[in-house]
């Protein structure tokens, strides 16, 4: 099984995001990557190294973390989006070995194997985090699986359909906290899990739970 390149120290992460958004700028052109997403991907580089920077500081706290963790998590999102859909994908036929380690990958990255698509539904609890924190908790994902995906929603009706979970977030750990604003303090959370598998295929949705923010 190869080894998630995301799922890395914060140390060995910060090293590797700088050189794949490197790399995603100066091969964006071959490997048609979008100005828009190279630009996103550097805003969140730059966000997660002041985080970073902050969270090593001498003085740090439990808020400079929890900020560094989001702003990971933000920049992790952008780019697994990139590695899927332009190098995973390939849609120009164009990616080469030599490409991958431009990234920071390894060639065995590039390697597709046969996965079969998610069939099973992923049981989850909900319990209160930190403050504005809700803790979500799952199975530890299989192999040849991305993780779990969010679909979720706060405030408003009650959701009748999974349609009406409009915002969503992968999810690579067992346990993982969304963070919600304080205008959303006392709002209900409407949330739904599903597989991801490696080939962005994703399985059945749960039953939709509820939990209020505090």
Same mark, same amino acid.
């Given at each position: 099984?190869?080894?998630?390149?995301?799922? !890395?120290?914060?140390?060995?992460?910060?090293?590797?995001?700088?050189?794949?958004?490197?790399?995603?700028?100066?091969?964006?052109?071959?490997?048609?990557?979008?100005?828009? #997403?190279?630009?996103?991907?550097?805003?969140?580089?730059?966000?997660?190294? *002041?985080?970073?920077? /902050?969270?090593? /500081? +001498?003085?740090?706290?439990?808020? &400079? $973390?929890?900020?560094?963790?989001?702003?990971?998590?933000? #920049?992790?999102?952008?780019? $697994?989006? !990139?590695?899927? /859909?332009? #190098? &995973?994908?390939?849609?120009? &036929?164009?990616?080469? +070995?030599?490409?991958?380690? &431009?990234?920071?990958?390894? *060639?065995?990255?590039?390697?597709?194997?046969?996965?079969?698509?998610?069939? @099973?539904?992923?049981?989850?609890?909900? @319990?209160?985090?930190?403050?504005?924190?809700?803790?979500?908790?799952? +199975?530890? $994902?299989?192999?040849?699986?991305?993780?779990?995906?969010?679909?979720?929603?706060?405030?408003?009706?009650?959701?009748?359909?999974?349609?009406?979970?409009?915002?969503?977030?992968?999810?690579?750990?067992?346990? @993982?906290?969304? !963070?919600?604003?304080?205008?959303?303090?006392? @709002?209900?959370?409407?949330?739904?899990?599903?597989?991801?598998?490696?080939?962005?295929? #994703?399985? +059945?949705?749960?039953?939709?739970?509820?939990?209020?923010? /505090?």
């Amino acid at each position: 099984m190869n080894r998630d390149p995301f799922s !890395i120290s914060e140390a060995e992460y910060f090293s590797f995001a700088t050189t794949f958004n490197a790399a995603a700028i100066t091969h964006a052109a071959l490997l048609g990557i979008s100005a828009a #997403l190279v630009t996103g991907n550097t805003e969140k580089l730059a966000a997660y190294a *002041a985080a970073y920077h /902050a969270a090593e /500081a +001498p003085n740090a706290g439990k808020i &400079d $973390r929890e900020s560094r963790k989001e702003k990971r998590e933000d #920049l992790t999102q952008s780019m $697994r989006k !990139i590695k899927k /859909a332009y #190098l &995973d994908a390939d849609p120009l &036929d164009v990616v080469t +070995p030599e490409i991958f380690l &431009d990234f920071g990958l390894t *060639a065995k990255d590039h390697i597709r194997t046969d996965v079969s698509d998610p069939t @099973e539904i992923v049981p989850f609890s909900l @319990e209160n985090g930190g403050y504005l924190q809700v803790i979500v908790k799952h +199975p530890a $994902r299989p192999l040849h699986y991305n993780g779990a995906v969010a679909f979720y929603k706060v405030g408003g009706p009650v959701p009748k359909t999974h349609k009406e979970l409009t915002s969503s977030k992968l999810l690579t750990r067992p346990i @993982e906290a969304l !963070i919600f604003e304080a205008t959303q303090l006392g @709002e209900t959370l409407y949330i739904a899990l599903c597989w991801e598998n490696e080939k962005g295929k #994703l399985g +059945p949705l749960s039953p939709i739970q509820s939990h209020v923010i /505090a």
